[in-house]
């Protein structure tokens, strides 16, 4: 069966993101490939906007927010991404029956064009593609249901800033997010960064038309339906309504997602002996690295840098890092007056 496959010209705005769901809404069976024009950031259904985002610091900027209608975490999407949106009725035969075997299946066109274009790249459960050397995230995707529709979304990342990614997402405090960029950059790459070079759109865009023409079985490049065109604009107005970009949602992150496996999150608790500060990097639910700062007392000076070294490696669990933390405090000879065990671990892990 030929797939069509939709390359919309009008990219201005956050309309790319828009087409999909529209096609998803007529029932209307395509892939859409396409590079936004302009910068935007994209929450999940599930996401609670300002708790998870700089709501602020993107009105400054004038970089629009909207909620897409499928999960996963807040992303900041724009030029250098080259969007595949596949639009399958539900009961479509190529879809797997698992969602995780769904993912993985449908990654394969996606890593046959970044291995195309020079960067070797596997795929990751649950919804991640690294490179395969660095295990560096160069590509996450979603999937959900719209009606009787099927989505699954992702971007080939011919380059991805970093640096404005750590602007957008909200931090409690402005001393953490020089931390967040560093632990984004150490965790995500791009074909530029990779080769040294940002790839032309219109390379990018043939060589994953071809993967995505040999995996479905064929591809008819065709205009976008009129209908979908005009549907497309009523929904990014409606994605980007205020009361759909905050209305009320559960989840808030206690950690930010970096790559599969990889989470960073900033913490503060008010002990006895003075505000604590911590910026943690978990991988594989153990901690890697953590910082801790504030405006407690700690003699010998020294002892910070020890305590940060003995916590690396523990479990990041509470119970874990409270009996870390405490057989510190008893064997070592640093004191850090009106801060305990449970406080730590409170400005680390959380309640």
């Given at each position: 069966?030929?797939?069509?496959?939709?390359?919309?010209?009008?990219?201005?705005?956050?309309l790319?993101?828009?087409?999909?769901?529209?096609?998803?809404?007529?029932?209307?069976?395509g892939?859409?490939?396409?590079?936004?024009?302009?910068?935007?950031?994209?929450?999940?259904?599930?996401?609670?906007?300002?708790?998870?985002?700089?709501?602020?610091?993107?009105?400054?900027?004038g970089?629009?927010?909207?909620?897409?209608?499928?999960?996963?975490?807040?992303?900041?999407?724009?030029?250098?991404?080259?969007?595949?949106?596949?639009?399958?009725?539900?009961?479509?035969?190529?879809?797997?029956?698992s969602?995780?075997?769904?993912?993985?299946e449908?990654?394969?066109?996606?890593?046959?064009?970044?291995?195309?274009?020079?960067?070797k790249?596997?795929?990751?459960?649950?919804?991640?593609?690294?490179?395969?050397?660095?295990?560096?995230?160069?590509?996450?995707?979603?999937?959900?249901?719209?009606?009787?529709?099927?989505?699954?979304v992702?971007?080939?990342?011919?380059?991805f800033?970093?640096?404005l990614?750590?602007?957008?997402?909200k931090?409690?405090?402005?001393?953490?997010?020089?931390?967040?960029?560093?632990?984004?950059?150490?965790?995500?790459?791009?074909?530029?960064?990779?080769l040294?070079?940002?790839?032309?759109?219109?390379?990018?865009?043939?060589?994953?038309?071809t993967?995505?023409?040999s995996?479905?079985?064929?591809?008819?490049?065709?205009?976008?339906?009129?209908?979908?065109?005009?549907?497309?604009?009523?929904?990014?107005?409606?994605l980007?309504?205020?009361?759909?970009?905050?209305?009320?949602?559960?989840?808030?992150?206690?950690?930010?997602?970096?790559?599969?496996?990889?989470?960073?999150r900033?913490?503060?608790?008010?002990?006895?002996?003075?505000?604590?500060?911590?910026?943690?990097?978990?991988?594989?639910?153990?901690?890697?690295?953590?910082?801790?700062?504030?405006?407690?007392?700690?003699?010998?000076?020294?002892?910070?840098?020890?305590?940060?070294?003995?916590?690396?490696?523990v479990?990041?669990?509470?119970e874990?890092?409270?009996?870390?933390?405490?057989?510190?405090?008893?064997?070592?000879?640093?004191?850090?007056?009106?801060v305990?065990?449970?406080?730590?671990?409170?400005?680390i892990?959380?309640?």
């Amino acid at each position: 069966m030929v797939l069509p496959l939709f390359r919309p010209q009008d990219r201005g705005g956050c309309l790319p993101i828009a087409y999909f769901h529209a096609m998803a809404r007529l029932g209307i069976e395509g892939v859409v490939v396409v590079e936004p024009q302009d910068i935007f950031v994209s929450v999940g259904y599930f996401d609670d906007t300002e708790a998870v985002i700089d709501v602020d610091r993107c009105r400054k900027r004038g970089i629009p927010i909207l909620r897409r209608e499928i999960g996963g975490g807040p992303v900041l999407l724009g030029p250098g991404q080259v969007f595949y949106n596949v639009v399958l009725k539900r009961n479509d035969p190529r879809i797997p029956k698992s969602v995780l075997k769904t993912y993985e299946e449908f990654s394969k066109p996606i890593v046959a064009t970044y291995d195309a274009l020079g960067v070797k790249t596997a795929f990751k459960a649950v919804n991640d593609l690294v490179v395969k050397d660095s295990h560096k995230k160069i590509s996450g995707q979603g999937a959900a249901d719209i009606g009787d529709m099927f989505c699954f979304v992702g971007a080939i990342l011919r380059d991805f800033d970093t640096a404005l990614m750590a602007q957008v997402i909200k931090v409690p405090e402005e001393k953490f997010r020089d931390k967040l960029q560093k632990t984004l950059e150490e965790n995500v790459t791009s074909i530029s960064k990779e080769l040294l070079q940002v790839p032309s759109r219109e390379s990018v865009e043939g060589r994953l038309i071809t993967e995505l023409a040999s995996f479905f079985g064929d591809v008819e490049i065709r205009p976008l339906p009129t209908e979908v065109v005009a549907l497309a604009h009523e929904v990014v107005e409606e994605l980007q309504d205020s009361a759909v970009v905050y209305a009320p949602r559960s989840r808030r992150y206690d950690a930010l997602r970096i790559r599969e496996g990889v989470t960073f999150r900033a913490g503060l608790h008010k002990a006895v002996g003075g505000l604590i500060r911590a910026k943690v990097v978990v991988e594989d639910e153990v901690i890697k690295e953590v910082f801790i700062s504030g405006d407690f007392t700690i003699m010998p000076k020294g002892g910070l840098k020890e305590l940060e070294s003995f916590l690396r490696g523990v479990p990041f669990v509470k119970e874990s890092v409270t009996s870390q933390a405490d057989r510190f405090l008893r064997e070592s000879n640093v004191e850090i007056p009106g801060v305990s065990a449970n406080d730590l671990a409170e400005a680390i892990v959380g309640g």
